[in-house]
């Protein structure tokens, strides 16, 4: 009878424990549906906008291909323009070679007739004593002029045809550059944008990669949490049904042991054959411990709870995770030392002391009435479950287990399985 009033009495006091950590793990394991949700959603969106990205690159590439072909082709315009560009300075230099040659000539032959002069021609003039002499004379004179006046027409030509060649070198040698300055042009210019579209489109891959990581880390939260919802609502219904079996055994044990009084009652009664009075039967007072409490009542001292650790507060409660709007701190966040000593704020009994996604190190005390403080993100545990704890007693040290980038104590408070403010219970601090 001891037993079973005991078992359901333990049943009864760690039954809020567990319902208050269910309605934490849905609550976890519904905010981590909708991230699933919302990560599935901005992966289509990432993944658009890379097909967008490709096909831009695409067609930079595809551009900058036909322009390299162009390139290519003006490559052997340039050669077969620097072909003709030797021709026409190889014909620049026999015209150079021909105009120097020419001014040779015209120079022996302007020595020559000046140092004629005119004379020759005025004695021929003078001396008529041999007729024929004289027209073949004059006329070897007009060929000489003739000739003379034949190559200062060619060297003009020469000087003529040296300029427009140096004319046409320099025209094509312009047009070559201006073509080709064009494209390097474009081509530097395609190439400055086909190399920011690929560096867009590898952020795009790293982001895809991080979110697939991440989505698949989210993915495996949840299929813990689910099967940390299991076990609790598996426990809490086993423990409904022992608590209910508990019960009905108490009561049929209660109802035997009341015949059983009856009947001897009774039964002294007919041996004294004494006529006596019925005695009326009172049903026992069951008893639960799920009232009691350590160091006093903890709905009493609401204000009045010490912090359990020395520190800075860095997150309220009620204030947004992060730049997550959709999730608010259910406890406060105090930064501390590593390895400071972490405090039991009130009496209570260590219902879970281990390791919790999320969480990290996490110890759990039972204050009774449905009363419990959480202490997460620690570095060591100082109790385990089941222990009894004093007010005020060291029940683990400070850390950032749980994924924190740095040290300090995850504290909250829970009335009847809901989060309580816990600057509404503790002193308020300097």
């Not at 021929?124 to 000739?147: C, G, I, M, V, W």
């Not at 530097?188 to 489109?201: G, H, S, T």
Request: proline share 2%.
């Amino acid at each position: 009878m001891l037993r079973v009033l005991i078992a359901l009495a333990l049943t009864c006091l760690l039954q809020p424990a567990f319902a208050d950590e269910r309605a934490q793990t849905q609550q976890q394991l519904d905010a981590t549906r909708q991230d699933i949700a919302e990560l599935k959603k901005l992966l289509g969106k990432l993944q658009e906008e890379k097909s967008g990205v490709q096909k831009d690159l695409k067609g930079t590439e595809t551009e900058m291909g036909k322009l390299e072909k162009q390139v290519d082709a003006l490559q052997k315009e340039l050669k077969k323009s620097e072909s003709e560009l030797q021709r026409l300075d190889a014909e620049k230099k026999k015209l150079q070679s021909a105009r120097t040659e020419q001014q040779r000539l015209i120079a022996i032959q302007a020595r020559a007739a000046y140092q004629n002069g005119r004379q020759e021609y005025l004695k021929l003039l003078l001396n008529q004593q041999n007729p024929e002499k004289f027209a073949r004379t004059l006329t070897y004179y007009d060929y000489l002029s003739q000739a003379r006046m034949e190559q200062l027409k060619n060297f003009n030509e020469t000087l003529r045809q040296l300029a427009n060649v140096e004319k046409d070198i320099g025209l094509q040698q312009a047009q070559l550059l201006v073509q080709k300055s064009s494209l390097d042009t474009q081509r530097d210019e395609l190439d400055k944008v086909r190399q920011e579209r690929q560096q867009v489109l590898a952020k795009l891959n790293d982001d895809v990669k991080a979110r697939d990581q991440k989505l698949a880390a989210r993915e495996q939260d949840q299929a813990d949490l689910s099967k940390v919802l299991k076990t609790i609502e598996e426990t809490l219904a086993r423990q409904a049904r022992e608590a209910e079996e508990a019960r009905q055994k108490a009561l049929i044990a209660q109802q035997e042991a009341e015949k059983k009084r009856l009947r001897e009652a009774q039964a002294q009664a007919d041996e004294t054959d004494a006529p006596r009075k019925p005695v009326k039967s009172t049903p026992g007072a069951l008893v639960s411990s799920a009232g009691e409490t350590f160091g006093g009542a903890f709905a009493s001292t609401r204000g009045k709870l010490p912090w359990p650790v020395d520190g800075r507060l860095l997150a309220r409660f009620g204030e947004s995770r992060g730049d997550d709007a959709r999730t608010k701190w259910d406890g406060v966040m105090i930064g501390a030392s590593a390895g400071s000593t972490v405090h039991a704020v009130h009496g209570g009994r260590v219902v879970f002391a281990d390791w919790l996604r999320g969480a990290g190190l996490l110890v759990i005390l039972d204050h009774g009435n449905g009363f419990l403080s959480l202490y997460g993100h620690n570095q060591t545990l100082l109790k385990s479950a089941g222990d009894v704890v004093k007010a005020g007693e060291s029940i683990s040290t400070v850390g950032s287990s749980g994924g924190q980038d740095t040290p300090a104590l995850y504290f909250a408070i829970r009335q009847q399985g809901h989060p309580s403010d816990p600057a509404q219970w503790c002193r308020a601090q300097g």
